[in-house]
């Protein structure tokens, strides 16, 4: 993680300081530079540019699957167009047919499984199978437990 200290000093464009969803990015982008994905999924990004910058940078497709139902229509697709995104609006558990079958090298999750409601991570995590490629990786960092 040293060496990709830059990317994390004050005024940079990572939107957070240095608490543990900030370890998670971090831990996260030292995983895509180390292992260089060809293909990634951010579940829960939200509107969040960090790693849209950097997969461009290294030449990965990125795709990002949020609720964004706080979103306008509107301001997805002029973040998508501006960032290089494929964002995919719904949740994962939801079998959503805009996200492909065994596509993904590695899916991405900064803390948000602890906001998945008990009741439905069994589809959250079957759906992230369904969506990796074999073999793969899904990271995922978390503030805390997954109790919905």
Not at 11 to 40: D, T, V
């Amino acid at each position: 993680m040293a060496r990709h200290q830059s990317l994390f000093k004050k005024n940079n464009s990572y939107p957070y300081g240095w608490g543990l969803k900030g370890f998670g990015y971090a831990y996260g982008y030292e995983y895509i530079s180390r292992f260089r994905p060809a293909k990634i999924l951010e579940v829960g990004a939200g509107l969040n540019i960090f790693f849209a910058a950097r997969c461009r940078e290294l030449g990965i497709e990125y795709w990002v699957c949020d609720d964004g139902s706080f979103y306008s229509d509107e301001v997805i697709t002029k973040h998508s167009n501006q960032s290089g995104v494929t964002f995919v609006q719904g949740q994962v558990g939801q079998y959503l047919e805009a996200l492909p079958t065994d596509y993904f090298d590695l899916i991405l999750s900064v803390s948000v499984v602890e906001h998945v409601p008990q009741d439905t991570l069994n589809d959250f995590y079957a759906d992230i199978m369904r969506m990796l490629k074999k073999p793969t990786a899904c990271v995922r960092s978390t503030e805390g437990g997954a109790e919905g």
